[in-house]
């Protein structure tokens, strides 16, 4: 299939699903051209990363920022680098690739779907691509994900009875302004995988309908969610029924998950206790938490069962998200928990639509921010469970783990510690001030070489000091008694030369210094202007971080 044209190559957002390569060296004083076999390499890794996940999209010939650069190499040295899923990956992988005109400069563009199989470099690596970066995975892993992809084929089952007539035309209309994409609504569909043609038609998928069709009950009879308002703490049938409200939300998948948050708005009531704290937000729960379970709840839902809808239940101090099937390997529970950055797709390509549409951003990042944020309000952690092997349950308490005058006192230290700290500071804020590794070692239950490097941490921030040397109890520090702002952690001073050198300090430099994704390094600068580091200047891709002594420069 041919592009009407190419403007969202250079303007599209990478992650996921989407990826430029260039073939210059800018590390030198003059940029130097690559190496094939190096770009070959890279190819190889990034495309088996996709095709191991949710397939997608690279773009070899083209800058971070979107500028086409090409391709400069002699016919030998190109035929190295069309080759190189061929020579570097087993099994092979299909991938489809093309040139494109961008600004008058030739750029090669690949395309990868998932795949039933998974891919192995010829170096033993497996990869897989997790938000904007291509991470290894454990071998254990592999028969695992391999028997879950085979199952994953509801969402690509064709409709022959289904025809384009079906489909709502604002919502390509929305999908072409989000994405740039200049193609017809047949385009678009063949675009993402979601239809193919036959006999002069096209045939429409499963996926094509969820995602785009204007009656979508028609074709899958749970295809809809079922809100319901709880009064008190626990559901009670017969004459003493407590449903509040009951509301059955149905809609085309990209309408469905922005209906659903209009519907529980009403019901999320704001937590006046936590006027003056730090809480960005004040409400009983965080938004980003609830909202994300909803929009992962209709992402990775099983659409085979058909006899189950997704349901939201709020009750007074909790709210539970229950979802159709259960978790696709290699996500487990356990992982979660841990807050792992772990993505498995269940149904690629609605996933790659609400990727592109803006609801889904780093994949593999939302459970561990759901931590985060229900953290950074003083909330119980998210609950997950999976209830008779079929209905996954996400369940978010209103509950505060630490009193509203805790919270205060823990404002002071900022937001750049973990979980177990800020429970350690919390635990040694009631106990005259001090602690031991052993109290912490049993109150967070961790092993002691956790405790120690936690321990160490916060003395390093100039949190904490040993009341006497040699000794085992500690103490915390007067924050009254630390001059100016608290410690620079370790990881702005891996910045720091880089901030001296150049004045400032983008999301790409914390990237390359620091190896971490996008969305890292954007809660690291966040942290860092939030305890008086840095400070923001210019918004998008201009956004530039200075000292906060240097912000009027």
């Known amino acids: 299939m041919k592009f009407q044209n190419w403007k969202w190559l250079k303007t599209h957002r990478e992650g996921q699903f989407f990826e430029r390569k260039s073939c210059y060296d800018r590390s030198g004083r003059q940029p130097k051209r690559r190496d094939a076999r190096s770009v070959a390499r890279d190819v190889a890794e990034t495309l088996a990363a996709m095709a191991n996940a949710d397939g997608g999209t690279l773009v070899l010939g083209m800058e971070d920022d979107g500028r086409p650069t090409g391709l400069d190499y002699p016919k030998d040295r190109l035929e190295v680098i069309l080759r190189a899923t061929e020579r570097n990956i087993r099994p092979l992988i299909k991938t489809h690739h093309q040139w494109a005109n961008v600004d008058n400069i030739k750029v090669l563009v690949f395309e990868v779907d998932w795949s039933q199989e998974v891919h192995q470099l010829t170096d033993g690596r497996y990869l897989l691509r997790v938000g ?3 991470l290894p995975f454990p071998a254990s892993d592999i028969a695992a994900m391999k028997e879950g992809k085979r199952r994953r084929v509801t969402e690509a089952r064709f409709i022959g009875e289904a025809s384009l007539n079906e489909l709502d035309k604002d919502l390509f209309d929305q999908l072409r302004e989000k994405t740039g994409l200049a193609l017809s609504d047949a385009e678009i569909l063949q675009h993402y995988r979601l239809a193919e043609p036959r006999n002069g038609r096209v045939v429409l998928s499963l996926a094509a309908i969820l995602l785009f069709a204007k009656d979508p009950p028609r ?30 939300i149905e809609a085309p998948l990209l309408r469905l998950i922005e209906q659903t948050f209009q519907t ?15 809480f960005e937000e004040r409400f009983e729960y965080p938004v980003f938490a609830w909202q994300e379970a909803v929009i992962n709840a209709v992402a990775h839902r099983d659409y085979a069962l058909e006899g189950t809808p997704i349901e939201v239940w709020i009750f007074d101090d909790r709210l539970e998200l229950r979802s159709p099937g259960a978790l696709v390997e290699p996500v487990t529970i356990e992982r979660l ?3 792992e950055r772990i993505h498995a797709s269940r149904n690629p390509r609605v996933v790659r639509v609400l990727t592109d549409m803006g609801y889904m951003r780093e994949l593999g990042e939302g459970v561990p921010r759901m931590f985060e944020v229900m953290e950074r309000e003083g909330l119980k952690p998210p609950e997950f469970h999976v209830e008779g092997g079929a209905i996954f349950t996400v369940i978010l308490h209103n509950t505060p783990v630490y009193s509203p005058d805790t919270l205060r006192w823990l404002k002071q230290f900022g937001q750049g510690l973990n979980p177990n700290q800020k429970r350690l500071l919390a635990y040694a804020h009631g106990h005259a001030g001090r602690f031991t590794s ?12 956790a405790a120690s490097k936690d321990i160490k941490d916060l003395i390093h921030r100039g949190l904490v000091q040993l009341e006497r040397r040699g000794g085992r109890v500690y103490q915390l520090i007067d924050p009254e008694k630390i001059s100016g702002r608290p410690k620079a952690p370790r990881e702005f001073l891996q910045i720091e030369p880089l901030l001296r050198k150049k004045g400032y300090v983008k999301n790409e430099d914390v990237r390359q210094v620091l190896g ?3 969305a890292q390094a954007t809660r690291f600068l966040q ?12 918004k998008g891709r201009g956004a530039q971080y200075v000292q906060k002594e240097n912000a009027s420069l």
């Open 337 to 339: 928990e841990r807050r």
């Open 438 to 449: 052993r109290a912490y070692q049993k109150l967070v239950g961790v092993g002691i070489y």
């Open 219 to 248: 074709w899958h009879p749970a295809c809809h969610i079922d809100f319901v308002k709880w009064e008190g703490t626990e559901r009670r049938f017969g004459a003493e029924l407590n449903v509040v409200k009951r509301v059955r």
């Open 132 to 134: 904007d970066q291509n």
């Open 516 to 518: 971490v994704s996008r």
């Open 527 to 538: 942290d860092w202007a939030a305890t008086g580091f840095l400070t923001l200047l210019g």
């Open 264 to 278: 529980m708005w009403p019901h999320i009531r704001e937590r006046q206790r936590l006027v003056d704290l730090f």
